[in-house]
DNA sequence: GTAAAGGCGACCAATCTGGTCCGATATTAG
DNA sequence: CTAATATCGGACCAGATTGGTCGCCTTTAC
């Protein structure tokens, strides 16, 4: 009953977390100094879901990118620089570290994988590829 | 009953199809002048599913990356040099071409696609990466 | 004490990917 | 002619990941 049902490409894309983290930071940066803002009040102002916006907060709280404040009239704030906070970091908190190449696709694991002269090639374009995402900060995004 | 099901990161991934694409082409180039593989040699030599490779090579042949010969003792050669071949036209060919920013996925789409800060940098981004996959090609992999 | 906030774990539904199984046709070597 | 190859198409399903929700608990302001 879908009008057009797209298929989207899941690959080398960021997850929906991460981009929900990358917009609550962005609204976190153009906080004043003293001022915090809550999940519930980050989720309404841009739609993001209500439940989830909490829990990627909290994974960006214990990896030390903001500052959760408790009660009532808590919330979060960044407790880094936005000069130092990169969209790859974002990723690696969020989605873990990738990897470019399928060599392990959960239980699966590729059986070329011993003598295989693709591995390395690849692992060198990924870092390439962290690097890129390691040099766009929060402040120049 | 699996030991370790460490969850993995689907996210800035290579789909298998592009690694298996990439492992053809690399034999593919790796063959003298006049000679050919066949789907089925590929497959069976580094233990590609019997039944997907034909198509990926397919894929590939309809975009010009290989020459397929039909006939008894037909098979794939490549049809360009390696040189021109990159990873990032495989990516396209295979998944299509890949968004960073993950607005619009499958029928759902961010309802702050109007008006959204992220998307442009995110953009820039993403080129960026594909540039880093447009550098890789299949000679110097 | 109460309300509002964060933290955490478990769970379920939607979705995508990969892989398989079909079938039919054109082309070429031998 | 026969066999083996490529091409094209589609339908289908099982596995895995992702996203989203619910529920309960702790902490703090007032
Ligand atoms: S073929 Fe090589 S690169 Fe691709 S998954 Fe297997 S081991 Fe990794
Ligand atoms: S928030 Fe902006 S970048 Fe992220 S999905 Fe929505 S529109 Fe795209």
Redesign the interface.
């Known amino acids: 009953m879908?009008a057009?049902?797209?298929?989207?490409?899941?690959?080398?894309?960021?997850?929906?977390k991460?981009?929900y983290a990358?917009?609550a930071l962005?609204a976190l940066r153009a906080l004043g100094p003293g001022d915090a803002l809550s999940a519930r009040e980050l989720a309404s102002r841009?739609?993001l879901p209500v439940d989830l916006t909490p829990k990627v907060l909290a994974r960006l709280a214990q990896a030390g990118l903001v500052q959760a404040t408790l009660g009532k009239t808590g919330g979060y704030r960044l407790a880094r620089d936005a000069e130092s906070i990169t969209?790859a970091e974002v990723?690696r908190i969020l989605?873990?570290?990738?990897?470019?190449?399928?060599c392990?696709?959960?239980?699966l694991e590729?059986?070329?994988i011993a003598d295989?002269?693709?591995r390395h090639?690849?692992g060198n374009?990924q870092r390439?590829?962290m690097n890129?995402?390691d040099r766009?900060t929060l402040a120049?995004?």
């Open positions: 879908v057009f049902t797209r298929p989207t490409v899941q690959m080398l894309r960021l997850s929906r991460s981009d990358l917009v962005k841009f739609g969209v990723v989605d873990g570290d990738p990897e470019l190449a399928p392990r696709e959960g239980i590729c059986n070329r295989c002269d693709l090639p690849l374009l390439e590829m890129v995402l766009m120049n995004l």
